[in-house]
């Protein structure tokens, strides 16, 4: 599990210079744990690798304990530090490397996590935050699961072809029981890189 420091994700996600995060990199930070979320994982890595680390979403100061985030198809709401919390612990991801960078796409990326999970609270109509967070676990859906993070067909996202586009970076990709980042060629299979297979045949890629 991964330590979060609260009032860094509050004040320091909101400072960097937006830019791209490369393939390596992201194949070097973070992989999935014992959770079957990949799909959140695979969508969280693509999005960064076109929009980069604090750039995902805005985020506004409310208190100590809360921020509004404003999602890129401009519906908002409050996500709480405790809500956070909560979402780390969901989220169960497992560094590969630990240092600075790696430290700062892994948080960035547990706060995504969480920004998903209440967004899926709200469209879902789900009683709490932590039954959101556990559908988004067990019940994300790998070729809509864009929506969770405010992303739209046709402006955040492009649907592929069957079997197309390996050579996209930015790219989701899928089988019936499993999902995969996948960035020029080669896919994040469980934290090693290794090159795009057939049987991952669904694909989407992240836009800007």
Known sequence: ??????????????????????????????????????????????????????????????????????LKNNKSFILTNSEISQANQSADFVFIADNAETRKIVEYAVLTYAVMAKNKQIID????????????????????????????????????????????????AWSSAHAVFACEGYMDYHGSRKPLWFKYSGRFRVIR
Do not use: H, W
């Not at 799909?39 to 985020?59: C, D, M, R, T």
């Not at 676990?137 to 649907?159: D, I, M, R, S």
């Open 1 to 70: 599990m991964i330590k979060i420091i609260i009032i860094f994700v509050m004040l320091a996600f909101g400072t960097d210079v937006y830019s791209q995060v490369s393939c390596d990199d992201l194949f070097n930070s973070f992989k999935q744990g014992e959770r079957p979320n990949c799909a959140s994982i695979a969508l969280i890595k693509a999005a960064l690798n076109i929009y980069g680390l604090n750039n995902l979403f805005l985020i506004e100061r409310i208190s100590d304990t809360s921020q509004k985030i404003i």
């Open 125 to 172: 109509e789900e009683v709490d935050f932590r039954t959101a967070l556990e559908n988004l676990e067990y019940g994300a859906y790998t070729p809509t699961v864009y929506k969770c993070l405010g992303f739209e067909k046709g402006k955040q996202v492009k649907k592929l072809r069957r079997l197309s586009g390996g050579d996209y970076s930015g790219m989701v």
